[in-house]
């Protein structure tokens, strides 16, 4: 089962920034069976009813917002559930079969939403008394009979579904698949209308990093709302005193203050460069809200301090404040990056903006880390700001953010885009363990997974990444899953455990420790 956290708890308070936009899923549900069985069996179809609502309400307690169908028995009742759904405009479809029925009592229920398909097999006993158990009473209890016939319509008529077998009641593993499967339904509702701002330019020679906003637009169904750094700067220029004095006391209350560390270019934290950073998150405030952006992807080289370079190194304490309400920000304008942040803030599990940072052979961990904005509402401890003289490799110096995110269960996503222009994703499960790091005013975590560190690189970098990720809380690949299915996007898992899983996996893959999950799902 997915492990979760809340990480609401430690975010900062909404300002002026448009709060995280966690979009229910729409799930369309219902149950079928046979017509034919009413008459002769006195009772099943009020049984069947009673078991079909008792699914509902559970998707409805996981957060799904249900669009029933109701019990459909028949080929025409099939139709107008169809109709239901599409007018509904569902992000997901839950067939429960509940008894047996035709798969031409189902295959028009689903086709025209053209959206997936679970198919729940979900009996409400586990066993049955099979010496004393009559015709009725089996045929109340054979949610498995047309699972198989259903899943051939499905695949031949090319309509993607997964399969989840198991009880009505007190089954974790069945519905630990099935919440996936909901929340996963928000996510790709929240992404298909999400707004990402990308402001600036991309740092010039990362490769990995230029994309095709196309792309963003055609696979995912996201907005990519393209910003010029003035736009930050008018807003950052009309910031009030008053304004920069309540944003500075935020500041304050989430940051703990650096002395400068041996570092040669770190240095001590001045009053002109906290006001500074405070004005500009109150420009990246406005910017968000006036944008209506879900998330930021930003970069601007800037040249001898003039006001461009200036707001381009003004940036990182606005936007870790951001990134914490829900408004994740990526630097190097890697929206592809910013991409699979989205979908862990989406999650709930946060996504920090993180990159390789060195491999530690003897003590068996990656450190991983970025310059930039971290996700302070899951860091370990109290943040910490960190003057610099300069930031490397970039433009200018300033205020810069320190952490180590929470230890314990955590999964890496990064999005990266195929040869042929798909957008795909590559995910691991890991732990962010205790241990020292750099105090380089960066963020930086001590991360294990279940392969070693160099064979973990190897396989991560076989897949043609970017050289970033997202770094969340808690165990999500169920969940990543079911996005990724949803969204027709490949996924890949790395690890050694990835096999066990239960996907599909090529010899290849197999070999490097690697696990395909590409989507579409079953069917086509």
């Known amino acids: 089962m997915s492990t979760t956290h809340d990480i609401t708890s430690t975010a900062p308070a909404e300002t002026d920034a448009r709060p995280s936009a966690r ?14 069985y009413w008459d002769q069996f006195e009772g099943l179809e009020d049984r069947c009813k009673g078991y079909q609502a008792d699914v509902e309400a559970q ?18 009742k099939a139709r107008i559930a169809g109709d239901l759904f599409a007018q509904g405009q569902v992000d ?20 025209a939403a053209k959206v997936p398909v679970v198919l729940l097999g979900l009996q409400p006993t586990r066993t049955l008394d099979y010496e004393h158990v009559d015709t009725g009473e089996w045929l109340a209890n054979c949610a498995a009979c047309s699972v198989p016939e259903i899943a051939g319509a499905f695949t031949r008529s090319g309509i993607p579904y997964d399969t989840v077998a198991g009880t009505i009641r007190d089954d974790e593993r069945a519905w630990s698949r099935i919440g996936a499967w909901v929340r996963a339904a928000g996510v790709a509702r929240s992404l298909k209308r999400a707004r990402i701002g990308f402001m600036g330019h991309a740092y010039a020679g990362m490769l990995d990093m230029y994309s095709d906003f196309t792309m963003f637009h055609g696979q995912v169904g996201a907005h990519v709302e393209v910003l010029e750094i003035d736009d930050l700067q008018v807003r950052t220029d009309a910031a009030t005193d008053e304004q920069v004095a309540a944003k500075t006391a935020e500041i304050r209350e989430h940051f703990a203050f650096a002395d400068p560390s041996s570092d040669p270019i770190a240095g001590p934290i001045t009053d002109a460069q906290l006001d500074w950073s405070a004005r500009v998150a109150v420009g990246l405030d406005a910017l968000a809200k006036d944008f209506e952006l879900d998330a930021l992807t930003y970069y601007y080289r800037g040249l001898d301090d003039n006001p461009q370079e200036r707001l381009g190194a003004g940036v990182i304490v606005g936007n870790s404040l951001l990134t914490a309400r829900g408004i994740p920000t990526a630097g190097e304008a890697d929206i592809k990056t910013n991409l699979a942040q989205l979908i862990l803030d989406r999650l709930g599990a946060g996504g920090s903006y993180t990159e390789y940072y060195g491999l ?34 970039k433009r200018g110096g300033g205020l810069s953010v320190e952490l180590q995110v929470r230890h314990g269960d955590v999964t890496i996503l990064g999005c990266t885009q195929t040869a042929d222009g798909r ?21 930086n975590s001590r991360l294990r997974f279940d392969l070693d560190p160099a064979s973990f690189l190897e396989a991560w970098s076989a897949e043609g990444p970017t050289h970033h990720v997202a770094l969340g809380v808690g ?19 790395v690890g050694k455990d990835a096999a066990a899983r239960g996907s599909r996996l090529s ?18």
Request: proline share 5%; hydrophobic share 45%.
């Open 59 to 76: 998707v409805a307690e996981l957060g799904g917002e249900v669009v029933s169908a109701g019990l459909v028995d028949t080929p025409q």
């Open 92 to 111: 997901l479809i839950l067939c429960h079969v509940v008894t047996y029925a035709t798969s031409a009592t189902v295959l028009a229920a689903v086709q």
């Open 23 to 36: 979009a229910t899923g729409r799930i369309g549900v219902f149950g079928i069976g046979l017509e034919a």
């Open 475 to 493: 165990h999500r690949i169920q969940d990543i899953e079911a996005v990724a299915r949803l969204l027709d996007l490949e996924l890949v898992v």
């Open 507 to 524: 010899a290849s893959a197999n070999d490097r420790h690697v696990a395909h999950r590409p989507a579409p799902i079953g069917g086509r």
């Open 423 to 443: 957008l795909k994703l590559i995910a691991a499960e890991g732990a962010s363990i205790p241990g020292p790091t750099f105090r380089i005013g960066n963020t």
């Open 360 to 393: 530690d052979l003897d003590e068996d961990f990656v450190l991983m880390g970025h310059d930039g904005p971290g996700h302070i509402a899951i860091a370990q401890e109290q943040p910490v700001l960190r003057s610099l003289k300069l930031f490397h490799g």
